[in-house]
Nanobody, 121 residues
Framework: QVRLTESGGDLVQPGGSLRLACVAS????????PGWYRQAPGEQREMVAA???????EYAESVKGRFTISRDDSANTVYLQMNNLQPEDTGVYYC???????????????WGQGTQVTVSS
């Protein structure tokens, strides 16, 4: 079995910063296209930042210049540095990736359980 575990969510004031982390664990051989998504109350889940087919990175327009995604493949970890946070960034942040695991030829699509980010004064 493989899993993604997020951490780093918190309550922060507008203009503040947070760094989220997502660790892949279990029988992991490789992690492909890791990304961060968020879901605000009453809204659909949306892509925030994600690797696309290797080093290419895609950001949502609303976070460009404020958020930065990065990865440490040696630790099977992907990060999301969030600066100048605004109330509209509030939501549950989920990690997603295609994970190749031992004993299975095709990668499996895995979601984490989410971490809450609340931006409020």
């Amino acid at each position: 079995q493989v899993r993604l575990t997020e951490s780093g969510g918190d309550l922060v004031q507008p203009g503040g910063s947070l760094r989220l982390a997502c660790v892949a664990s279990g029988s992991v051989i490789a992690v492909f296209n890791p990304g961060w998504y968020r879901q605000a109350p009453g809204e659909q889940r949306e892509m925030v930042a994600a690797y696309q087919n290797g080093p290419t990175i895609e950001y949502a327009e609303s976070v460009k210049g404020r958020f930065t995604i990065s990865r440490d493949d040696s630790a099977n970890t992907v990060y999301l540095q969030m600066n100048n946070l605004q109330p509209e960034d509030t939501g549950v942040y989920y990690c997603n990736a295609l994970i190749k695991k031992r004993g299975k030829f095709d990668p499996v699509n895995v979601w984490g359980q989410g971490t809450q980010v609340t931006v409020s004064s």
